[in-house]
């Protein structure tokens, strides 16, 4: 039998994306998310992670960037795959290299366009928009050290209408955030 592998999500905010993953992985024979990182401590994604039962750990920039007490707790918890969903922090190279090929990130464009640092959730549709783009989308790629560099796993895109606004972009992303996200994880978990 094989052993069910784990998976670490790290987040920033509501937490939408961590609970479809977390949901996703409930009852699955390939893969459960172990434990949820956070860096803000009121986020709401701390609550949705309790509420279904799965353990978090809260942590600093100091823990993050000086210390190991995050890949302490990734080895101690031997966790398989990370996951960001909506974490907005640079990962540590010390990471990284650890877990080379092993980092995923979801971001909400069509990569390597309106990728980088302050290029998340409404940055990004306004700047879509903006640029008067006739399509959008996800970008599932690898993590490493750059913002939105590592090489692309899986893209989806949907149609940028006249009439949107960043919020109604962003709702057309966010259901292939939440119809894909999980099941490329999934995909990627069985080739480990």
């Keep these: 039998?094989?052993?069910?592998?784990?998976?670490?999500?790290?987040?920033?905010?509501?937490?939408?994306?961590?609970?479809?993953?977390?949901?996703?992985?409930?009852?699955?024979?390939?893969?459960k998310v172990?434990?949820?990182f956070c860096n803000i401590p009121n986020a709401y994604v701390l609550r949705r992670a309790?509420?279904?039962?799965?353990?978090?750990?809260?942590?600093?920039?100091?823990?993050?960037?000086?210390?190991?007490?995050?890949?302490?707790?990734?080895?101690c918890d031997e966790i398989d795959l990370i996951v960001l969903a909506g974490f907005l922090w640079l990962v540590p190279e010390s990471i990284i290299h650890l877990y080379n090929n092993r980092i995923i990130n979801i971001h909400p464009a069509l990569l390597p366009n309106y990728g980088g640092k302050g290029m998340y959730g409404n940055n990004v549709h306004k700047a879509v928009i903006a640029d008067g783009k006739n399509e959008s989308g996800i970008t599932i790629h690898y993590v490493n050290k750059n913002y939105d560099d590592g090489d692309i796993i899986f893209q989806a895109k949907c149609d940028v209408l006249n009439a949107d606004t960043?919020?109604?972009l962003a709702q057309k992303v966010?259901?292939?955030e939440y119809e894909y996200y999980p099941k490329i994880i999934e995909s990627v978990l069985m080739r480990l």
């Design 1 to 31: 039998m094989l052993k069910i592998k784990n998976i670490a999500v790290f987040a920033s905010g509501s937490g939408t994306n961590a609970e479809n993953i977390i949901k996703y992985f409930e009852n699955n024979e390939n893969g």
């Design 50 to 75: 309790s509420n279904l039962g799965v353990a978090s750990l809260i942590f600093s920039k100091d823990d993050f960037y000086r210390s190991n007490k995050i890949i302490d707790k990734l080895l």
């Design 34 to 36: 172990k434990i949820l």
């Design 166 to 168: 960043p919020e109604s």
């Design 174 to 176: 966010h259901a292939l």
